[in-house]
């Protein structure tokens, strides 16, 4: 099992055997490092991940480098680096798994790289933010969701050309999204609008619409003895849902408490009989036994893990060849908020999330502050202070939330001493900080701001 972890620049080999993590394969500098260096040769934001059908090659996407190493399993060393379209997000292999299909969200082009030799092959144009390419079991059609959409472009993989346009999704925002294993549904998730678009495959369109929660990250299957049953994880509510696929509308049927914060990732295990989740701000791997719906164990990833994938018998049990530990052993911490009002900013609201979560991650002598807002005051600028023990503030960062008063993501740097944080509102953004924000919140991928260079926050 294999986890992209977007901070340490690194992809963590689990043993799903023993739940043991092996060791990471060091793709970059840990974020900051050297990451900012115009000499800078290695990746940067490590995201994306698939593997090839025969489970020999592991595809990473990294989305501020814009590149995808293709590894060998077996020793994990990496075969080839192409670079790719801006903003590459995430891909799949093609049935033969020759090729390596992966959506450029900032030039709405899906990205062919040559699997075997590395370079790229061709550019589709796709329209606007495309997010993510899933391949039908059968390997005919790729299914690309947006970020700028509403709708799941179909390409003829044979040809390469569009061959269809599947609209009528609940929202135009799609970060990621997963295909059964029947090859008859595709779930949409929609994070921003807390909302899933069930897609049928056979008569291609829209069946329905669920209504989820704050930051609902990935979906994905699972057929086992206990059924098959779709699975979300929602970052707002540190929650894993499991819906039971009965035929017709699906089933919510349990809401799986993780051991952590901001469930991201997942995959299941090739029996169906586990659920593999990743924390963001946990950095570390729930694991789910999907009969009982119950988390059995947690284990420590690399930093801040975002996709997660499981390939049976892709290594030997335990094998660890060439690899390190850069990145573990250094695990965030969420730390108490205080709102301006002077009320907790953490407490979790079972249906809307926290108002002010807030992590602290270590990273190349310093700690990464990172903060995400929700029901704030709109158009404000806010400032946001290190609170000591004995109540003393130092000046962390401001930010200034949207139209809808969230802060998606609040990044800085320093040496963090603090005890927890707490924010006061320093009056209205300014209309040109509201049109830049405007601006920003409309091109999905396309503007770019100083923290996209090293951190993706959406997907």
Known sequence: MYTADQTSNTVSVIDPSSHRTLGTIKLGDQ???????PQYLGDVGV??????????????????SNTVDIIDTTTNKVLTTTDVGRAAHEGSFTADGKQFWVANRGRDTVTIVDAVRGGVIANLPVGRGPSKVVMSPDGKHAYVNHISLPEITVINVASRKVEDHISGLGDSFSSDQA???DGTQLW?????????SVVDLVHRRVSTILTTGPDTNHPQFADSRGGKYAYLTMGGLDE?????LTGGTPVLTAKIKNNGHAPHGAWASGDGSRMYVGLEKSDAVDVIDTTTHKVIDTIKSGQEPQAVV??????????????????????????????ADGTAGETLDT???????????????????QLQARRLTANTVYQAYSVAADGRKTPLLSFTTDANGGAPMVLGF???????????AKGAATPVQQAVLAYQGSMHGHAVKAADLIYCDCC
Do not use: C
């Open 31 to 37: 974020r900051v490092g050297g990451t900012l260096s």
């Open 47 to 64: 995201h994306g991940l698939a593997f090839s059908p025969d489970h020999q090659r592991l595809a990473v996407v990294s989305v501020t």
């Open 179 to 181: 295909i059964s294993p």
């Open 188 to 196: 949409a998730a929609h994070k921003r609008a807390g909302k899933v």
């Open 240 to 244: 894993t849902w499991a819906y039971r």
């Open 310 to 339: 499981y390939a049976p018998r892709a290594a030997a049990a335990g094998s660890a060849a060439n690899l390190g530990r850069q990145g573990l052993g250094q695990q965030a911490r969420n730390v108490p908020t205080t709102l």
């Open 351 to 369: 249906a809307k999330g926290r108002v002010l979560e807030a992590t602290i991650r270590p990273v190349g002598g310093l700690d990464m502050v």
């Open 414 to 424: 320093s040496s963090f001493d603090g005890k927890s944080i707490s924010i006061a």
